[in-house]
C-alpha cells in the first residue's frame, strides 16, 4: 500500500486529525444505519387550503409516498389539469416537501380523470402526461411510451432492500356492475380485472425476480377491507384472488400494501393459508377531507381503530438481523398521532 505523509504536521495535530477522520466515518456509518421513514397519503383538493404537506416535510423521511386523488381534476383537459397540478406543487408545504423526501406517487380515479373511472375513460392519456410532468419524469423516461403508470423502485437502507411496487389500477380496470337493487353501490363483476394482462406479468417478474428483504405495494383501493360498498379489489373478486394467489407463489419477503382513497385510515390484516406472514393493507385517506359525518363501518379484518380525521401516514422501518421492524403511525396537524401499531411481519 502506497504510504501517505502529513508534510509540517506533528504528532499531536495528525492524532487530531485521524480522530476527527474516524468520528466522521463513524457518523456517516450510523447515519446509513439510520431507520427508513417513509410518509404517505392520498386525496388531497389543491382547492383547499389545508392539505398536510408540511407536517410531512417536518418528518423529514427519505421517501414520500402519495396514494392517489393528489389532485381533484375529473373530467378537466390537459391544460386544466396542469394548472390543477401546478395549484399543488406550487403550495409552500409541497416545496419543502419535496426538498426533503423523494416522492413517488400512483394515481386513482380524480387525478385518472373521472369518479370511479375505469379502462373506458377518454381523458386517461391526458391525464398521464398530466401525472408524469407533476412527478416530474424526463421525457425519455420509458413511462412517456408505456401504458399506466405501474413503476418499481428498490429503496436503499444501509444494506438491505426495500422493494416499492406501484400498481396502476384505472388505466386497464374493467367496468364496476351497479347494484340498483341494494346498499351495495356495486355488484361484484365476477369475470372483471384490475390490472390488465400486461401489468399481470409486470408484476409477477417483479416478484419473482426480487431479492429485497421487504416489500411495499402501493394499490390506490383497498386491497384486504372488502364489506363497505364502495371501490375495493373486492368488486373484481377474481382479480383478487390472482392477486393473492400470486403473493402465496412468489411468496415476496415480508409484503405489505398501501392503499387511500377512503378518506379514512385503517389497518387491515389478513391471513393467507400459504403465506408466512400476516398480509397488512395500510389504507391513509385524507390529506385535505374526511367523512362529513362519523358512522361505523364493519371491516373484520380491521386491527386498531378507525381514523376518521384528516391524517397522513409514516412508515418507520428499522432491522433486526435481516427481519424488518416496521411501525406504522398516522399523524395529523401539530405533530399529533391518531393510532400508532407495530407490524408483526
Same mark, same amino acid.
Given at each position: 500500500m502506497e504510504s501517505i505523509t502529513f508534510i509540517g504536521m506533528n504528532k499531536s495535530a495528525l492524532l487530531i486529525f485521524l480522530a476527527l477522520a474516524l468520528l466522521s466515518c463513524s457518523k456517516e456509518a450510523k447515519e446509513k444505519e439510520m431507520p427508513l421513514k417513509i410518509v404517505f397519503g392520498s386525496c388531497s383538493d389543491q382547492n383547499q387550503p389545508e392539505a398536510l404537506w408540511q407536517e410531512m416535510a417536518n418528518q423529514k423521511a427519505q421517501y414520500a409516498l402519495?396514494?392517489?386523488?393528489?389532485?381533484?381534476?375529473?373530467?378537466?383537459?390537459?391544460?386544466?389539469?396542469?394548472?390543477?397540478?401546478?395549484?399543488?406543487?406550487?403550495?409552500?408545504?409541497?416545496?419543502?416537501?419535496?426538498?426533503?423526501?423523494?416522492?413517488?406517487?400512483?394515481?386513482?380515479?380524480?387525478?385518472?380523470?373521472?369518479?370511479?373511472?375505469?379502462?373506458?375513460? @377518454?381523458?386517461? *392519456?391526458?391525464? %398521464?402526461?398530466?401525472?408524469?410532468?407533476?412527478?416530474? /419524469?424526463?421525457?425519455? !423516461?420509458?413511462?412517456? #411510451?408505456?401504458?399506466g403508470v405501474n413503476q418499481s423502485y428498490n429503496l436503499q437502507n444501509a444494506d438491505k432492500t426495500i422493494k416499492l411496487i406501484l400498481l396502476d389500477?384505472?388505466?386497464?380496470?374493467?367496468?364496476?356492475l351497479a347494484d340498483t337493487v341494494t346498499n351495495a353501490r356495486y355488484l361484484p363483476n365476477t369475470e372483471g380485472d384490475i390490472l390488465g394482462e400486461n401489468q399481470w406479468k409486470w408484476l409477477e417478474k417483479e416478484l419473482r425476480q426480487s431479492n429485497a428483504q421487504m416489500h411495499i405495494i402501493a394499490s390506490s383501493i383497498q386491497v384486504?377491507?372488502?364489506?363497505?360498498?364502495?371501490?375495493?379489489?373486492?368488486?373484481?373478486?377474481?382479480?383478487?384472488? @390472482?392477486?393473492? *394467489?400470486?403473493? %402465496?407463489?412468489?411468496?415476496?419477503?415480508?409484503?405489505? /400494501?398501501?392503499?387511500? !382513497?377512503?378518506?379514512? #385510515?385503517?389497518?387491515?390484516?389478513?391471513?393467507?393459508?400459504?403465506?408466512?406472514?400476516?398480509?397488512?393493507?395500510?389504507?391513509?385517506?385524507?390529506?385535505?377531507?374526511?367523512?362529513?359525518?362519523?358512522?361505523?363501518?364493519?371491516?373484520?379484518?380491521r386491527t386498531g381503530e378507525l381514523i376518521i380525521k384528516r391524517n397522513y401516514g409514516l412508515l418507520i422501518i428499522d432491522w433486526e438481523k435481516?427481519?424488518?421492524?416496521?411501525?406504522?403511525?398516522?399523524?395529523?396537524?401539530?405533530?399529533?398521532?391518531?393510532?400508532?401499531?407495530?407490524?408483526?411481519?
Open positions: 402519495l396514494l392517489g386523488d393528489n389532485v381533484y381534476a375529473d373530467e378537466m383537459s390537459l391544460p386544466e389539469l396542469e394548472a390543477a397540478y401546478k395549484m399543488q406543487k406550487d403550495m409552500s408545504g409541497f416545496q419543502q416537501l419535496s426538498k426533503v423526501s423523494r416522492i413517488y406517487g400512483i394515481w386513482d380515479d380524480h387525478d385518472y380523470g373521472a369518479n370511479d373511472a375505469g379502462k373506458y375513460h @377518454r381523458g386517461k *392519456d391526458s391525464a %398521464q402526461i398530466a401525472f408524469l410532468n407533476f412527478f416530474n /419524469f424526463d421525457q425519455n !423516461d420509458p413511462l412517456r #411510451s408505456q401504458e389500477t384505472r388505466y386497464f380496470r374493467d367496468t364496476l384486504v377491507s372488502w364489506e363497505h360498498p364502495f371501490e375495493k379489489w373486492s368488486n373484481f373478486p377474481k382479480a383478487r384472488k @390472482r392477486l393473492f *394467489d400470486l403473493i %402465496q407463489t412468489t411468496k415476496p419477503s415480508n409484503a405489505i /400494501f398501501l392503499s387511500g !382513497d377512503r378518506h379514512i #385510515s385503517e389497518i387491515s390484516g389478513l391471513t393467507l393459508p400459504d403465506y408466512p406472514t400476516t398480509l397488512y393493507d395500510l389504507t391513509c385517506s385524507g390529506l385535505t377531507h374526511t367523512w362529513s359525518e362519523v358512522w361505523e363501518e364493519s371491516n373484520q379484518h435481516d427481519k424488518p421492524s416496521v411501525t406504522v403511525r398516522f399523524k395529523g396537524h401539530a405533530d399529533s398521532t391518531f393510532l400508532t401499531r407495530r407490524l408483526e411481519l
